[in-house]
């Protein structure tokens, strides 16, 4: 599958509104994929009559979904301009991977204790996904994710993998940011994921918390969209 095409099937993944999903639903996953793709870069304003017409839906369940989206940072209500993408500065977004650093990190260690060959070999997949998704950044986010939560799921702490998972997906524009303009982040990335699989593998908790945390502070975001 092509980079475009992967791009056109993210975008029609919002389901019908005869489907199982309530419209404030339906609402909800379109803005937030259009957030977490890019597509709606931060700044942006959005207006919940122009989402309803392209949804096919009554401006009502856009409002729900932007308050939703509001309440867990990805949008910002103002009263004069409506709706915005809650833009990040460098620091504010080096503060989330700060974050996300040291709980996934606290995350690995449980994942230490309780994952088993079945959870080995399955990491082992997606890690062999992630490299062959080298030259395709749609391709390679979403087998990004998928290494992480294949991981994840053998973190029996659901607060602490919530959280992770809500910074994964506000940072998820940066890090294709990152992608893209950094010749040498995808390659890192493949590597990382490599010691992070050899860390767990090792069954040593501390050694797979710092390799981990170490992958995620080792972003050069910050430095490619310039300070505040």
Not at 8 to 36: F, K, M, W
Not at 188 to 202: A, G, K, P, Q, W
Request: charged share 25%; net charge negative.
């Amino acid at each position: 599958m092509t980079s475009a095409t992967r791009a056109n099937a993210a975008e029609s993944t919002v389901p019908e509104a005869g489907h199982d999903l309530s419209a404030r639903a339906i609402a909800y996953r379109h803005l937030l994929s259009q957030i977490r793709s890019g597509h709606l870069a931060g700044g942006t304003h959005i207006a919940a009559e122009t989402v309803a017409q392209a949804l096919g839906l009554s401006r009502m369940p856009v409002r729900e979904a932007l308050r939703q989206l509001a309440s867990e940072g990805f949008v910002t209500l103002r009263s004069n301009r409506g709706a915005v993408v809650t833009p990040l500065g460098a620091a504010e977004i080096s503060e989330l991977y700060e974050m996300r650093a040291v709980l996934e990190g606290l995350a690995m260690r449980s994942v230490v204790e309780r994952i088993d060959a079945h959870g080995m070999d399955e990491s082992e997949i997606a890690l062999k996904r992630l490299t062959r998704a080298r030259h395709d950044t749609d391709w390679f986010v979403e087998a990004h994710d998928q290494f992480h939560d294949a991981l994840l799921r053998y973190c029996h702490r659901p607060r602490l993998v919530s959280e992770i998972k809500r910074i994964r997906s506000t940072t998820e524009p940066y890090l294709r940011i990152t992608l893209r303009m950094s010749p040498t982040a995808i390659s890192n990335t493949v590597r990382e994921h490599t010691d992070v699989l050899d860390s767990v593998r090792s069954g040593d908790a501390d050694r797979a918390e710092c390799t981990m945390r170490q992958h995620i502070l080792d972003s050069d975001i910050a430095e490619l969209i310039g300070g505040d």
